[in-house]
Nanobody, 124 residues
């Protein structure tokens, strides 16, 4: 059974940093493109960042470029999201997702596997 499990969320002050992790069990992560999405209070789910398998090409939402970094460690079956210079508007439930497609889709419809999410709260 495939399972995505996120961790690393928490409460952080504006301007601070957090690193989220997502472990993919039951599958070989090296065959999946991985992505992060988030859903803020009263907002729709939105794409955050993604990374393909093979050449590890990355893609970011414009609001995150330069602040967030997505990476993967296939040996650990884990994908990471490093976040810095956090803002109040980054407060959200962050979920990781996986797809066999070898491109980073920005729509949730491209992803067949989802984690439950980890909460990130940025205080001002």
């Amino acid at each position: 059974q495939a399972l995505l499990a996120e961790s690393g969320g928490g409460l952080v002050q504006a301007g601070g940093s957090l690193t989220l992790s997502c472990e993919f069990s039951g599958r070989t992560i090296s065959r999946y493109t991985m992505a992060w999405f988030r859903r803020g209070p009263g907002k729709e789910r939105e794409f955050v960042a993604g990374i393909t398998f093979g050449d590890s090409s990355t893609s970011y939402a414009n609001s995150n470029k330069g602040r967030f970094t997505v990476s993967r460690d296939d040996a650990k079956n884990t994908v990471y999201l490093q976040m810095k210079s956090l803002r109040a508007e980054d407060t959200a439930l962050y979920s990781c997702a996986a797809t066999i497609n070898n491109f980073v889709g920005t729509s949730p419809v491209y992803y067949g596997y989802w984690g439950q999410g980890t909460q990130v709260t940025v205080s001002t």
